[in-house]
T-cell receptor, first 112, second 117 residues
Framework: GESVGLHLPTLSVQEGDNSIINCAYS??????FIWYKQESGKGPQFIID?????DKRQGQRVTVLLNKTVKHLSLQIAATQPGDSAVYFC???????????FGQGTELSVKP | GAVVSQHPSRVICKSGTSVKIECRSL??????MFWYRQFPKQSLMLMAT?????????EQGVEKDKFLINHASLTLSTLTVTSAHPEDSSFYIC?????????????FGNGTRLTVT
């Protein structure tokens, strides 16, 4: 079924520290996963993606890890900056139609 | 590249009226667009898949007669909220994928904040 959030979990980190945001996905058949960043009042922005035939992918300051055994995704942000403060969502590609289903989301707050 | 534009960004309407929201892909063609709704402090919930030249596919629990979707061209999809009620107040966000790119990210518009009074 669809993922419906209740209240967003919050992660608070100090500027310069590394952040780890976790996500559990629902469908073991999902083959593609994306992390999005959403700032207040805006649409989600693409951060990084990973296909199910991989378990790790790195971008600039970000790394996504995929554990298919336990249906778990994580997003690691290195040297977190105040501009990283936002809500982060994982999304899974559920079927051939390409629709993305979003996870609950985590609000990241970076303290200067 | 891959810019999705939504209009309007904010709209206030009275109960019982209808509101149309436009979603355009500015620099690419999109055979398929997706409409999401988001309540405060919650995740995005998929409402429907908009298919160019054919009927939209609605998610379970979404009333197709209330949320009318038209995808008349490869760059434009519209969502009309008919006979709006205060409980329809929400943040509506559209997204699109570049046609022919297979499994690839969805690109999102900046959303439309609908307030029904």
């Amino acid at each position: 079924g669809e993922s419906v959030g209740l209240h967003l979990p919050t992660l608070s980190v100090q500027e310069g520290d590394n952040s780890i945001i976790n996500c559990a996905y629902s469908n073991s058949a999902s083959d593609y996963f994306i992390w999005y960043k959403q700032e207040s009042g805006k649409g989600p922005q693409f951060i990084i993606d990973i296909r199910s035939n991989m378990d790790k992918r790195q971008g600039q300051r970000v790394t996504v890890l995929l554990n298919k055994t336990v249906k778990h995704l994580s997003l690691q942000i290195a040297a977190t900056q105040p501009g990283d403060s936002a809500v982060y969502f994982c999304a899974e590609n559920m079927d051939q139609g390409g629709k993305l289903i979003f996870g609950q989301g985590t609000e990241l707050s970076v303290k200067p | 590249g891959a810019v999705v534009s939504q209009h309007p960004s904010r709209v206030i309407c009275k109960s019982g009226t209808s509101v149309k929201i436009e979603c355009r892909s500015l620099d690419f063609q999109a055979t398929t667009m997706f409409w999401y709704r988001q309540f405060p402090k919650q995740s995005l919930m998929l409402m429907a898949t908009s298919n160019e030249g054919s009927k939209a596919t609605y998610e379970q629990g979404v009333e197709k007669d209330k949320f009318l979707i038209n995808h008349a061209s490869l760059t434009l999809s519209t969502l009309t909220v008919t006979s709006a009620h205060p409980e329809d107040s929400s943040f509506y966000i559209c997204s699109a994928r570049i046609s022919g790119t297979g499994t690839s990210p969805l690109h999102f518009g900046n959303g439309t904040r609908l307030t029904v009074t």
